[in-house]
């Protein structure tokens, strides 16, 4: 089995995917392809779905994103706290989300992004069981990747803590309080 790509901080500007108008200049998640997601894992398995799900959050009717996105939290941060090998590599997608207008859910989806930065379950855990960071799928570098995935893009800070959106405005508040920022 593969580990998850070695991650490498964006050199791709974060605050500048939207235009003035607030339409996005591509189409959404246009990159997922280039992720191997039959390759890497998240709690169910293979995190081959996560591309379809990603899809469901940004094209879906409101129910329909809310229960993608319930299900990709499921997936990539179990318990809102217990990231997966397959966390860093949907980030970005979150990041891209979360900044437009026509996703249904993005408070959540910022809310999921808070999580993954405050996640600390591994390296507690590895505190007091070192061993775990001998095991050859390291959990607690999938940690760290995911939280360095999250800190890469808050270039959209604070463009999304000044939305209109009040639950967007908030959400985004909190996690920049999270980030330090």
């Known amino acids: 089995?593969?580990?998850?790509?070695?991650?490498?901080?964006?050199?791709?500007?974060?605050?500048?995917?939207?235009?003035?108008?607030?339409?996005?200049?591509?189409?959404?998640l246009m990159a997922l392809e280039r992720v191997p997601w039959r390759d890497i894992k998240d709690s169910t398995g293979c995190a081959a779905a996560i591309p379809?799900?990603?899809?469901?959050?940004a094209w879906g009717d409101p129910e329909t994103a809310r229960a993608a996105?319930?299900?990709?939290?499921?997936?990539?941060?179990?318990?809102g706290f217990v990231v997966e090998q397959a966390t860093a590599a949907t980030v970005p997608f979150l990041?891209?989300?979360?900044?437009?207008?026509?996703?249904?859910?993005?408070?959540?989806?910022?809310?999921l992004l808070r999580s993954i930065a405050d996640a600390?379950?591994?390296?507690?855990?590895?505190?007091?069981?070192?061993?775990l960071l001998n095991h050859r799928?390291?959990?607690?570098?999938?940690?760290?990747?995911a939280r360095q995935a999250v800190r890469d893009r808050r270039g959209a800070?604070?463009?999304?803590?000044a939305e209109e959106d009040t639950e967007v405005a908030r959400a985004t508040t909190e996690l920049a309080r999270?980030?330090?920022?």
């Open 69 to 79: 996105l319930a299900d990709l939290r499921m997936r990539i941060c179990q318990y």
């Open 137 to 145: 799928e390291n959990p607690v570098v999938w940690e760290r990747e």
């Open 120 to 131: 600390r379950q591994w390296e507690s855990t590895a505190a007091v069981y070192p061993k």
């Open 95 to 111: 990041w891209e989300l979360a900044q437009l207008p026509q996703v249904t859910c993005r408070a959540e989806i910022i809310h």
């Open 178 to 181: 999270a980030l330090g920022e």
């Open 157 to 161: 800070l604070r463009r999304l803590m």
């Open 52 to 57: 379809l799900l990603l899809s469901s959050v």
């Open 1 to 28: 089995m593969r580990t998850a790509p070695t991650h490498r901080p964006s050199t791709e500007r974060t605050d500048d995917h939207l235009p003035p108008t607030g339409v996005a200049r591509t189409t959404p």
